[in-house]
């Protein structure tokens, strides 16, 4: 069982800047995934960014030069520096553990087994 709990949202200005947390706890293993995902209601989580136990990162096309996702280890929480933010990224954003072995940085959130409550972040114009 792997816990998350993530922080760090709130409501900005187009333009702004807000960085999320997410401190995990309860993996042991040593290959896993994490990532962030964003879900508006009535809509399918998608993926925002991603990262492996190695430091590889993908991110997905609408946040490529704007967002970044960091993790120093698997001791240490996960970030997500959003900068340049649009009204059009406002969601709640969650935060995904594999909690197994996972290929590369996956952006497939399919590849998640547990997801954080979530945080909201609202951008207004």
């Known amino acids: 069982q792997v816990l998350q709990v993530e922080s760090g949202g709130g409501s900005v200005q187009a333009g702004g800047s807000l960085r999320l947390s997410c401190v995990a706890s309860?993996?042991?293993?040593?290959?896993?995934?994490m990532g962030w995902f964003r879900q508006i209601p009535g809509k399918q989580r998608e993926a925002v960014a991603s990262?492996?136990?190695?430091?590889?990162?993908k991110y997905a096309d609408f946040v490529k030069g704007r967002f970044t996702i960091s993790q120093d280890n698997a001791n240490t929480p996960l970030y997500l520096q959003m900068n340049g933010l649009k009204p059009e990224d406002t969601a709640m954003y969650y935060c995904g553990h594999s909690g197994s072995w996972c290929a590369l940085a996956s952006l497939n959130k399919n590849d998640y087994s547990y997801w954080g409550q979530g945080t909201q972040v609202t951008v207004s114009s």
């Open positions: 309860g993996y042991t293993g040593t290959r896993y995934c």
């Open positions: 990262i492996d136990e190695v430091g590889r990162t």
